[in-house]
């Protein structure tokens, strides 16, 4: 096991709510020697998708609508981002727990298309989490095995809030930043979101009934998320990630629509112990339908992980000069790979070798733990080692209702 010299104290705004009092964190994880197994992601498979809506209550819609791609005419001009944007809206609408909108979407999801014998502890999964927790877990290997003298940066650093489910096998990693929103001003963030927003379909306002009274209300979407479970080496992964859109395909007329655009009202759901309630509308759309959006010079180290986490098979990229678009370029991630995208590939295989037993070694700190199932958070200064400490707090740690623990 390879060792790095101790971090200099960290003073990062990550480190709010946690116990620091100590002289040393209650564990470290330092990166671990490689397996030599196949790291490659397999045995893919989507269990649900929602959408995020505007409300005042956290609401989400099952499966959900995404925003479908409209071929723009080019050259289109669209001007800079700006405005207030989310960094992560499942937090920023369902604070009390960001993961529970991945589970419901799951049972919900599966209980519409006919999966009625669907059991969750049976898929016996190892990691739950967001694609950007592996994102972030799977930069910091890169920069671990660079070989080259690291000091704590915050342009590296990350907090990844985390709790062992009942069951001592599971392991819920949250994704956790310290500002939810964040304003723009046109020419700091480039062109990506109006791109985006120029080039797909808005999305469908829910109608809800009143339980039959008048009073209704109409929901509007306001992003699309995924639950795949895949196989990574010997771990069972179950990941949520964000789509930007997805191909219409003709098969789509043939999907089961759950009344996604029909003018028929629908009921808010609710579910004890849970402040979270759901709408029954959408589609579950094929996985090879699904693609990315991006706008600029491809960094193909950072898209690629992306990419890869949630197995999307299409990349769009807008090429522009000061926001007048002269082409779309289509990569299918497939078989043919270019150049710099099988670089990318084979360097990300070679990192999976440390992420998995990373994630095996995360799991374990945390078995380590004496009270099962206290709320505990990982920080990297962005260098040394991947700290654990305890959130001091429980009213202020994300903690998901016990029924959907114990389904676990």
């Known amino acids: 096991m390879q060792t790095f010299p101790k971090a200099s104290a960290p003073t990062s705004k990550l480190l709010r709510n946690l116990d620091t009092s100590a002289a040393h964190p209650p564990a470290s994880v330092l990166l671990p020697d490689p397996v030599d197994t196949d790291c490659e992601i397999r045995d893919y498979q989507v269990l649900g998708s929602y959408n995020l809506l505007d409300s005042q209550a956290p609401t989400i819609a099952i499966p959900g609508q995404p925003r479908i791609w409209q071929e723009p005419s080019l050259p289109l001009q669209i001007s800079p981002d700006c405005g207030c944007t989310f960094i992560d809206q499942n937090a920023w609408r369902c604070q009390e727990s960001p993961l529970e909108p991945l589970f419901r979407s799951i049972s919900v999801t599966q209980q519409l298309i006919g999966n009625t014998s669907f059991s969750l502890s049976e898929q016996q999964i190892d990691v739950v989490t967001d694609r950007n927790n592996l994102r972030k877990l799977n930069a910091m290997v890169r920069s671990l095995r660079s070989n080259e003298t690291?000091?704590?940066s915050k342009r590296r650093e990350f907090r990844i809030d985390a709790q062992l489910a009942p069951n001592r096998r599971t392991l819920l990693l949250t994704r956790y930043?310290?500002?939810?929103?964040?304003?723009?001003?046109p020419g700091d963030a480039g062109y990506g979101t109006n791109f985006e927003h120029a080039t797909t379909s808005k999305y469908t306002p829910i109608l809800t009934s009143n339980h039959g009274q008048s009073g209704g209300k109409k929901f509007t979407p306001t992003s699309y998320h995924r639950v795949a479970k895949y196989r990574l080496a010997d771990l069972n992964l179950l990941v949520r990630y964000e789509v930007d859109a997805v191909q219409h395909a003709p098969s789509f007329d043939d999907l089961p629509t759950f009344e996604q655009l029909s003018l028929k009202q629908k009921t808010v759901e609710t579910q004890k112990h849970s402040t979270l309630d759901h709408i029954v509308s959408g589609t579950l759309v094929p996985q090879d339908r699904v693609m990315e959006l991006k706008t600029g010079k491809?960094?193909?180290?950072?898209?690629?992980?992306?990419?890869y986490f949630s197995q999307t098979s299409m990349l769009k990229v807008g090429v522009h000069q000061n926001?007048?678009?002269?082409?779309?370029?289509?990569?299918?991630?497939?078989?043919?790979?270019?150049?710099?995208?099988?670089?990318?590939?084979?360097?990300?295989?070679?990192?999976?070798r440390f992420l998995v037993p990373l994630l095996k070694q995360m799991k374990q700190v945390c078995q380590q733990q004496k009270r099962l199932g206290k709320p505990l958070a990982f920080f990297w200064s962005g260098a040394g080692p991947l700290q654990l400490y305890e959130i001091k707090h429980v009213k202020q740690a994300h903690i998901l209702p016990e029924d959907v623990l114990e389904s676990l």
């Open 298 to 307: 491809l960094k193909w180290v950072q898209i690629f992980p992306q990419l």
């Open 177 to 185: 930043s310290d500002q939810l929103r964040q304003m723009i001003s």
């Open 323 to 352: 926001g007048i678009f002269s082409k779309v370029e289509d990569h299918p991630i497939d078989e043919n790979y270019n150049g710099r995208a099988v670089e990318s590939r084979q360097n990300l295989l070679d990192d999976l």
């Open 150 to 152: 690291l000091t704590p």
